[in-house]
């Protein structure tokens, strides 16, 4: 080729390049129009059609990216958005869409240092320094995210989204008034943003201006009429202002929206609940459990409904509810216990057998025995419940405690059904969990005795033993208090007795562990305090076996808002200081550690079989922040802490000088600082006053014999006697808490009066009840004062309705500064 051809050639060529240059471009530019137009399968198709052409188009495989990234796909968009960048390093937008992916993508910390990259390369990016602020937030790092906000701001002034996000940084550091002036600059830039208008509404909530707050709602829903979250936060403003009808109406419109939203339903359940109209709450609540099976909120609610309420007959569905709500971590099985019982007498079959056995017909030997266990067995809520909570049935306690008399005089397990062993070995977790309250006969103890002894020489000896002689004993004495019951973890046992083993062998050999590992922080020389010690190292109160009331953490700020306490005395720490003054075998510590937002809890109880209990149970939750010492309350005038929030429930009443203890724990809580109280009613304990007397008067001991023999005495009463109550109560059924309810060593009551003069001597302000259902009584009742803070109309309330505060006074209060 002569030199005239190569140089056509090579204007061919760059006409050529040209030509292919606008067509990539050509094409790039309909793709361009397509994403904006939101047609983005066109745009998609486009982009991909540019880099056959180019494969090294680094502005396609980042528009690609973007696309991925919305539509849900991130790992494929960090990987085309990172080829982008891979070919051209400078681009800052390039590194914005990263961060924008990795923030999908659950990964704050690298999406806010492609922002920060995206900033080097282009500070004048407001939108970088927009979402730089929202990872921030999303950290909890919201001082820097407020200065990044505003920076966007002064970047562009009328940029809508930031002042938006700067208001939803105020208002998660309180500061109302800063996140309502965002809000408003918002919406003078842009009138309809629906979510503006909620987040305003739900600020002035907080401010205490309902009106307003309900005009921002319905503003929100005008703009959006299928916004969920503000007809969710309309009903919840209107339920508090009484307006009930029309809250129900706002969560029946947001069903009619979204038919499959799990919330909707809780929501609306949870309201009728509270509206005391229990049959229709359940359904609502168990829709939403099926909608949304790991919701805790909502299993939350449906305890709290079961604590009240029975399902009925015990149907596929219903028995899917129980045991969901029997398994929840974040639920108490205590609390449905007597409504499983209730689904449970249900069952055909133990109905029948409850019915023969009040009847008379001994269940203890041959086909009798074998007949109850199978249906024990095929009743799936009956197994659950025997291993998880103490039964607080008269009419099942009588015939489980048949039951294990029958399991003694069985002398080849090959008679029994299958799964017999399972059935027994539930019932022994049961009567650990109890702690043995079921009374027994002279001949049991004789046959207890006897095979107790037989047991404790084959451990030594290193002999077999067949499970139905260890799963036998463990339905009378508690395994570990074998002698060598350690040897009883070297050995196979099958699967079924797996869940019996780790109750009676491990968690207590763990505990007598862990009792070393606990610091002495006072001494205890009282003699009250000393003999209250005794009873709780004999019985630690209470037994559980899992289910802590846990929610989303609330910083202490927070808190303060929702209590409408009184102005702090400087700034409200991030990291409170916790006193749980009496924490007995841990729930109310740990469920202290997890609901304020950074706590560091101090949890202090006489006794160490109680701390140990906690300290486990703590430990199984994996939580660091609780410190478990044992001393008295009387004590504590001696330690140097101060704490920003103390919580005794149940406690100061069982003390020789309840007031004086009480002021040590206000000497102990700062100016400003909030305190939850638990005092027994002299009113809503009369049943229970009456029962002390009958047990003096008769010479029942404080011991596990005459506790058993004092229950089963009590069972034997006619209905209608007055003593029978106590039969019904919770606390009956387990010899700790029956000890605690009717045999404690110490205990006071108190009157609203005596409370009220006890606060005025204090220094305290009477914030409010946290017992549940109360308050909704007391509006009822006194539609006129909103605050609920008067004691006297509290009084008029309980001695019209003197069982609801049948528990204890749950009561929030605050030091005066």
Partial sequence: MNRNQRRLAKKANEGANRDLSASVQSIFADARRHYEARRLDDAERLYRKVLSVDSRHADSLRMLGVIASQAGRHDQAVDLIGKAIALDGRNAAYHFSMGNALRRLARPDEAMACFQKAIDLDPDSAEAHNNLGNAMKERGRLDEAVACFRKAIAIRPGYAEAHYNLGNAWQGQ??????????????DIMPDCAEAHSNLGAVLRAQERPDEAIACFRKAIECRPGYVEAHNNLGTILREQDMVEEAIACFRRIIDVIPGSATAHSDLGNLLMEQGRLDAAAPLLCRAAALDPDDAVTWSRMAELLSRYCLGDPSPDVTRVLLGTLDHPATRAVDIA????????????????????????????GAALSEVLAAMGANAVLLRLLETACIPDVALERLLTTVRAGLLDVGDAALLPAGAIAVAAALAAQCFINEYAYIQAEEEESKVADLAEAMTCRLAQGQPIAPLDLVTLACYRPLWRLERAENILARQWPETLATLIRLQVCEPLEETRLRATIPALTPISDGISQAVRAQYEDNPYPRWIHGVATAKPMSLEQCRVSLKAGPAVGPVPARPEILVAGCGTGRHSIECATRYAGARVLAVDLSLSSLAYAKRKTAELGLANIDYQQGDIMELCNVARRFDVIECSGVLHHMADPIAGWRTLVDLLKPGGLMLIGLYSQLARRHVVAARAHIAARGYGCGAADIRRCRADIMALPADAPLATVATMRNFFSLSECRDLLFHIQEHRFTLPEIETCLAQLGLEFLGFSNSGVSERYRARFPDEPTRRSLANWQLLETESPDIFFGMYQFWVYKRA
């Fill in 174 to 187: 309180a500061r109302l008034e800063e996140a309502a002036a965002c809000y408003r600059r918002t919406l």
């Fill in 338 to 365: 007597a409504s499983a019982a209730a689904t449970i007498r249900r069952d055909p079959a133990i109905r029948g057998l409850l019915t023969r056995f009040t009847g008379g017909e001994d269940l203890r030997h």
